[in-house]
């Protein structure tokens, strides 16, 4: 999976990245001050989640299911080249290991519901180019189902936890017409894994887990 991950994310982020330097396909893309501030809408992203570390004692490293987050999201226009959003989104997911052999084992025993809150700051290099780059950070709670009497469990420990993160992307904007934007952006998640596994399981966190993502933003202006 991961492999396959790196085959959808490079060229994501080269085509995004190649946006920033093309010319605009009009001059009528350049928003002129009367265009409102604030926009609101809803999006997808599908994330491709990295390692959290390795169970010692089986060789298995431990991560999240690869899948969807569902959210809304609103942006602020601060300048002509400079925007700040907030988003907000949930999605469910599972445990995975990936075992001897490049195999991969998904634990289903519990559902595991991932929050995630973040805050971005978009830059463009001129109001003319559609593309643009991301900065930003945000957390993501994670809520663990409880066990139910004589369940084996997961990796993950009972509690919930939450992990803080920073962002860094590309992405580009379409204007289809009248109030309407649809963003097309590939970032990067830098998270600090917060794992509590069982304590009769040796786990090996990693300091830091890079999970890359893609996503799809309906936005419509104030």
Known sequence: MKARADKIAWPAVFLVAASLL???????????????????GAFVELQFRGSMGLLTETNEELSFKNGPLFGARMEFRAGRTATLAVAGSYGRSREKRAQGGGTDAILDERTITLLQVTGELLLRMKPSVPGYLLVGGGARFVDPEPWE??????????????????????????????RSVVHIDARFYLVKPEVEPEENWQFDAKSFVTNFALSVTYLYRL
């Open 149 to 178: 009497p004589g369940e084996s469990g997961t990796r993950l420990g009972q509690r919930n936890f939450t992990e803080a993160m920073g962002i860094a992307g590309a992405g580009l904007e379409i204007s289809p017409g009248g």
């Open 22 to 40: 093309a010319a605009p396909a009009s001059a009528q893309f350049e928003e002129p001050d009367t265009v409102p501030r604030f926009a609101v």
